[in-house]
């Protein structure tokens, strides 16, 4: 990889700082996607503001109905949450399941969802479950985040500080996953919520997002059954070697039958 | 830059450039090669390393995000001429061919039995080394393995 200058901020005031006069910064939290896109020279940036010391960004907390998971809190940890095992147990499953045990001891929330690949696990969780993204300068409504491909709508140095996520009354994620990079080829996340279905898919498109056909198929009747006749549009679904756009359309009922069965 | 850290029960401290990849710090500087780098792209989990008694893949972690760590390598394990017991019941049961891959199954065996305890079933353990590639055994005698080397750290 390119050289850089290293900056280790002990708190966010100090991280935005040094992106806001940094050339070409970059943040990094577990940096799992940022150092192998570093080490193919695809990123290069002036400046690496690593936020692993900023101990507010951290943690788990559970107030009344909403988990807040700070932004820098690894995979491993929202998986070995009891208090997110109890509260949202779809969601501490999701985090267990993210690449390899070695990998969710250094990703983060915020990191994930920050770099908004495509076929990442956690967008599904903060659209379905109507999260709240907060940075250091406002809350981003969940679904309203993920803009497009590798893109959100965070504002340039704009520094996600935790995830607020309303507890629902069941939920369940699904995906079939690329066996060598357990990325999600598809993956749908249901939630069933005081105010209905909540629905969204990852991996299948060129950005995670939410559901409304599959919300709507199931307003009236929450059961697997509802879906049996549910087709996903193959025209806006991805294709590449590892599923044809046919195939993406295919698993997108097969994943959410599966996930509407998981919250009985 | 400068970097302060604890590996295997020893301060350490070396000079780095901010782009130092920690696996390389280690095997470079530190002169500690057990620590492999199979594919330097984070999927086969020849480079895992303890950090702060974590798995964490070596290749793919900065040395000075190390700063301040306590780390462990495979050469943090044995004690004198006696193997670690994982170490121990890898040989005993043949859980190697080439042994490229073996230091990152030993690392990835103790950091499973951190989280699981020393009674694990084969679906465990085949599951919790989905990070770990090894090209040559078939992984039959890696989780035999791990499994004995679980049972025999109690002893």
Known sequence: ?264 | MKIDLTVNGQAASGEVEARTLLVDFLREQLRLTGTHVGCDTSQCGACVVMVDGKSVKSCTMLAAMADGCDLTTIEGLANGAELHPMQQAFMDNHGLQCGFCTPGMVMSGLDIVNRHGRELDAATVRRELNGNICRCTGYQNIVKSIREGARAMGD
């Open chain 1, 1 to 264: 990889m390119y050289s850089f200058s290293y900056h280790r901020p002990a708190s966010v005031a100090e991280a935005a700082d040094l992106i806001a006069n940094a050339a070409d910064g970059k943040l990094v939290a577990g940096g799992q996607t940022l150092l192998p896109t570093m080490k193919h020279r695809l990123a290069s940036p002036s400046d690496v503001i690593d936020l692993g010391a900023i101990a507010e960004l951290g943690g788990i907390v559970v107030n009344g109905n909403i988990v807040t998971i700070g932004a820098m809190t690894p995979h491993a940890e929202v998986a070995a949450s009891g208090e997110v095992q109890e509260a949202i147990p779809a969601l501490a499953a999701l985090a267990g399941n993210i690449g390899d045990p070695a990998v969710r001891n250094r990703g983060t929330i915020g990191g994930s969802i920050a770099n908004n690949d495509p076929a990442a696990d956690y967008p599904a969780a903060v659209i379905a479950l109507g999260a709240t993204v907060r940075t250091n300068r406002r809350e981003i409504a969940g679904e309203d985040f993920f803009t497009g491909m590798f893109e959100t709508a965070l504002e340039e140095d704009e520094i996600i500080v935790a995830v607020d996520f309303p507890r629902p009354e069941a939920a369940a994620y699904m995906k079939f996953e690329n066996p060598a990079s357990r990325y999600a080829i598809v993956g749908v996340f249901i939630a069933r919520t005081a105010v209905g279905a909540r629905a969204a898919i990852t991996g299948a498109t060129d950005c995670a997002h939410r559901a409304h056909q599959l919300e709507e198929a199931l307003a009236n009747d929450f059961s697997p059954a509802a879906l049996d006749d549910f087709q996903a549009p193959v025209d806006r679904m991805n294709a590449d070697i590892h599923a044809s756009a046919e195939y993406r359309a295919h698993l997108v009922r097969v994943m959410a039958q599966r996930a509407v069965a998981a919250c009985a």
